[in-house]
């Protein structure tokens, strides 16, 4: 993929920001399993996903990790590159989960862009915006675990009235069965398919993991 | 407080940008106890704090709360304006913890503003990373709890050697102990001090509730 094709904002950009983004940018490739960034350890720069998967996770004195969120195609990773900006003050680690192809843009020269660009300022507020909200959804399941909880007894039950491993049903459908909005419905579904629980596809849900899914809802 | 001396980047702004937000910024008093915003059900704008502490707090649906930050004179907050960008999907109440004055600049006003001011855009995204990095300290803090225990420990161990609840000690001296950074040792110990557990002053940490620390370190 060129890099023109993958930058969000391209086509907000000058000439010259176009012609610097792309004299510094370059390509790299993660197997699965590889390290791509290691916390405060290293600035690799800006990621932007061509294709793959990552995951992106932080981890205790002790080695336990949790997984913050995921990247996948056209997905871009500001913390990477977090000596970019002084108020980062927490380190991310960052994993390829499958093989990915990927564009690297070199943390200094993000942040020049950024300073001069409001277009690339913008969108790099909007970009945190959405690993804050990721970050927040997941205090809340930490702290308080119900929805999960909740939507887990809910397929059981959905699949034992049925008879069916495969839910023949939509995410608004089950907003309006639990009392909620359809985003989180789609947001925790999404969250239980990272986790190999179930398999989306459009119009129904299919139970994969029915044990876990049970040790979930107890 | 002038709003132009408290604005951020105010000498960064052009004069029709000033013009704009002088005259749509307005002045408000809130008393202490005063829920300010109520998570999306309300978007009162940004919030630029002049005098007194609010404090940032998330709650479940039953109720139970977790504070995520305070803010003191010159902070603003970007989440009592989460209208403005639709990345941000989660919800904080904002509360006076002390009678506070603050002036109010509207949503869709800022908005604009950072949409064509790269200074603004660049402003508002340290400002979030500040906010991050308070949420992501929190979710170590949630998981883990190691460092907290450690020093609620280590200042009691330090009062029983000096037969004295004034610690004649620096945020260095601590680090080096306990073989850590300093910044991490003021972060706590700050944190220690808004739930009045110690009192800080210029070299030295006065233990003031003996009693949560104790329980804090087993």
Known sequence: MLF??????WNKLTAQEKETLRNTAFKRT????????????????LILVC????RAFISSDEGREITLYRLFAHDMC????????????????????????LWIIPADIYKTVMEGSAAVANYTNELMASRFSEVMWLIEQIMWKSFDKRLAAFLLEESAVDGSE???????R?????????????????????????????????????????MLAK
């Open 4 to 9: 023109e094709q993958i930058f969000p904002v």
């Open 30 to 45: 993660a197997a699965k399993g590889r390290l791509m960034h290691n916390g405060a350890s290293d600035c690799v720069g």
């Open 51 to 54: 294709s793959g998967q990552l």
């Open 78 to 101: 500001l913390f990477s590159a977090s000596c970019m900006m002084r108020s980062i003050q927490f380190d991310v680690a960052l994993e390829a989960e499958k093989d990915a192809e």
């Open 166 to 172: 495969a839910l023949k049903i939509t995410h608004d």
């Open 174 to 214: 089950i907003a309006a069965h639990m009392g909620t909005a359809r985003e989180v419905v789609t947001r925790m579904l999404r969250y239980f398919q990272s986790e190999g629980m179930v398999a989306l596809t459009r119009g129904s849900v299919e139970l994969i993991d029915r044990k876990r899914l049970n």
